[in-house]
């Protein structure tokens, strides 16, 4: 079994910038890419940024390109999104999701469009984007 825990989210003001971290126990055979997800009401889940654990080969979404970055700490066994430059859009339930893939793009993409695939979720941190 996996587990995932999200933290960081909150109120931001537009251009402002949030961390989250997503802090992952148990069986690292259960998964080979890491990722965050996000869903804003009455929206489909979108993958925004996945890492493959074993060469860091990542995936980031065009949506959130040159704004934000996915990072990994394999001592705290944790997974980061820092986002800077929140817009608005951003505003959405972040979610952190631990699944086996063959590549960091194949998980965003196929868990973005079907996440009851998902093998392994976080409980999601509320990231608001407003003035």
């Known amino acids: 079994q996996v587990q995932l825990v999200e933290s960081g989210g909150g109120l931001v003001q537009p251009g402002g910038s949030l961390r989250l971290a997503c802090e992952v126990s148990?069986?690292?055979?259960?998964?080979?890419?890491i990722g965050w997800f996000r869903q804003a009401p009455g929206e489909e889940r979108e993958g925004v940024s996945c890492?493959?654990?074993?060469?860091?080969?990542?995936y980031l979404a065009k949506s959130v390109e040159g704004r934000f970055t996915i990072s990994r700490d394999d001592a705290k066994n944790t997974v980061y999104l820092q986002m800077n430059s929140l817009k608005p859009e951003d505003t959405a339930i972040y979610y952190c999701?631990?699944?086996?893939?063959?590549?960091?793009?194949?998980?965003?993409?196929?868990?973005?469009?079907?996440?009851?695939?998902?093998?392994?979720w976080g409980q999601g941190t509320q990231v608001t984007v407003s003035s």
């Open positions: 890492i493959r654990t074993n060469d860091g080969s990542i």
């Open positions: 148990g069986s690292s055979l259960d998964y080979t890419v």
């Open positions: 999701a631990a699944q086996r893939a063959i590549s960091a793009q194949h998980m965003c993409i196929i868990l973005g469009r079907f996440p009851e695939s998902g093998n392994y």
